[in-house]
C-alpha cells in the first residue's frame, strides 16, 4: 500500500496478484469481462475470505490462479515467480504448490475409485515426491491420519462415506503434495451445519500444524468471519474492497459492503444492524457494466461522478481516518481498502450500530 519504512517488517505474501484481467468472448461477438483489474495478496499461514454475488468473478479467479484460465494482462506471482512464464519440469513442480478443494464433495471424487487411489492419484504424476509403493502407502496412512479418517477406509469407495468423510478425503488430496497454498471453493455450502463445524475445525487444525494457506471463497459471511485473517469483497469482476476481516466486518467502506454486513444475521441482539441496507435495483448484467463505478445503479450514496469516472481507493489508516491514496498490492497492518467516491465514514452510517454508540 505505501513504501515500507526501516521500521517496517515486510509481509511474507505466498501469492500476489496485480491488475489481473479476463475477458470471454460470447454469442454475438459481444464480451465478458470477468476479471477487471484485480489486486489482492495472500500472506503466508493465513486465510483470504473472497465474497461476492453469483457471477461476481470468484471461480474465475480461483480458476485463473489454477492456472486453468490464462489473464489477459497482470501478473500472478507465487514467492516472486510467475507460474504463467513456466514450462516442463519447472511448471510442474510448481503445480505442487497450489491445489484445490471443491464446493461439492459428492461430485469431486471419482466413484470408481478407492478413497486411498483418490488420494494418492497425484503421485502418479510427480512421480519423484514420494517413489515407490512404500513411500507412498505410508504418506497415504499419514495424510488419513491427518483428516481424521481411519487407514481402513482407504479401501471403502466414495459411495460407503458421508458428505464431511467426503470433503475429507478431497482435503487429503489437496494435501498429498504438499501445497503452499490451497483454494477451497465453497467447501461446506453442501454440508450440514453440524459436519460444517468439524470440517471449519479440521481446516484449521491443519493451518496451524502445516502453516498451509488458503483462500477461501463461500456466500456464508458468518463463515468468512470465523475462519479468515482478511476478506477480500468482489463486485461485477473487481475486488472493490480489502482488510482485515475485523475491519470490513465491523467498519466497512464500500456502501456494497456495508450492505452485506447489515443483511448477515446475528444471534447477539446487541449486535444486530440498526437498520437493515436494502439495495435497490437487480444485479447488472457482467455484459454490459455500469460505467464508473460498477455498483452505482444499486448505491444509496451514488452522484453524478459515480457514472463519469472509475473510484479512486480509499485508505483507512489504523486510526480510522478516510484518506485518498492508491495504494500498492499488500495492505499494511491496521490499513483498508476500498474503491469508491463516497466511502462509508463510519460504522453508525453503515447501519452495523445504532448513532451515538
Known amino acids: 500500500m505505501s513504501t515500507l519504512t526501516n521500521t517496517e517488517t515486510p509481509v511474507d505474501h505466498v501469492l500476489e496478484v496485480k491488475d489481473v484481467s479476463k475477458t470471454f468472448h460470447v454469442a454475438g461477438g459481444r464480451q465478458l469481462k470477468a476479471l477487471d483489474g484485480i489486486n489482492l495478496s495472500v500472506e503466508r499461514g493465513q486465510t483470504l475470505g473472497l465474497v461476492g454475488e453469483s457471477g461476481c468473478g470468484k471461480s474465475t479467479l480461483a480458476r485463473t490462479l489454477m492456472m486453468l484460465e490464462t489473464p489477459d ?3 500472478v506471482s507465487f514467492d516472486g515467480q510467475d507460474p504463467f ?12 504448490r497450489v491445489q484445490m ?10 466413484a470408481r475409485m478407492t478413497a486411498g487411489q483418490i488420494i494418492t492419484e497425484p503421485f502418479a504424476t ?9 513411500a507412498r502407502n505410508q504418506r497415504l496412512g499419514e495424510l488419513m491420519d491427518l483428516v481424521g479418517l481411519r487407514r481402513t477406509d482407504a479401501a471403502k469407495s466414495p459411495q460407503e462415506f458421508s458428505g464431511g468423510q467426503r470433503q475429507r478425503i478431497g482435503i487429503a488430496r489437496a494435501l498429498a503434495l504438499n501445497p503452499d497454498l490451497i483454494i477451497l471453493d465453497e467447501p461446506v455450502s453442501a454440508l450440514d451445519l453440524s459436519v460444517q463445524a468439524q470440517v471449519l475445525n479440521l481446516l484449521n487444525e491443519l493451518q496451524q500444524q502445516l502453516g498451509v494457506s488458503y483462500i477461501f ?4 459471511l458468518s463463515v468468512v468471519r470465523h475462519v479468515t485473517d482478511k476478506v477480500a469483497v468482489m463486485y461485477l469482476g473487481r475486488i472493490i474492497e480489502t482488510g482485515t476481516t475485523e475491519q470490513v466486518f465491523d467498519s466497512p467502506l464500500h456502501p456494497y459492503t456495508a450492505s452485506l454486513m447489515s443483511a ?15 439495495l435497490a435495483g437487480e444485479l447488472p448484467s457482467p455484459l454490459d457494466p455500469p460505467s464508473g463505478c460498477r455498483f452505482r445503479t444499486r448505491c444509496w450514496k451514488a452522484q453524478p461522478i459515480c457514472s463519469a469516472q472509475r473510484p479512486e481507493k480509499h485508505v483507512r489508516e489504523a486510526s480510522g481516518a478516510i484518506n485518498i491514496g492508491m495504494p500498492g498490492i499488500g495492505l499494511t497492518p491496521g490499513q483498508q481498502v476500498a474503491e469508491c467516491h463516497f466511502p462509508v465514514a463510519n460504522p453508525q452510517e ?5 448513532a451515538g454508540s
Open 85 to 96: 512464464g513456466l514450462k516442463g519440469r519447472e511448471l510442474l513442480k510448481w503445480r505442487r
Open 350 to 354: 453503515a447501519g452495523l450500530v445504532p
Open 101 to 110: 478443494v471443491f464446493q461439492d464433495p459428492f461430485a469431486s471424487l471419482n
Open 126 to 134: 510427480h512421480k519423484d515426491l514420494y517413489p515407490g509403493a512404500a
Open 264 to 278: 448477515s444475521p446475528k444471534l447477539d441482539a446487541s449486535k444486530r444492524p440498526a437498520e437493515r441496507i436494502v
Open 217 to 220: 471463497i463461500s456466500h456464508d
Open 73 to 75: 494482462s497482470g501478473t
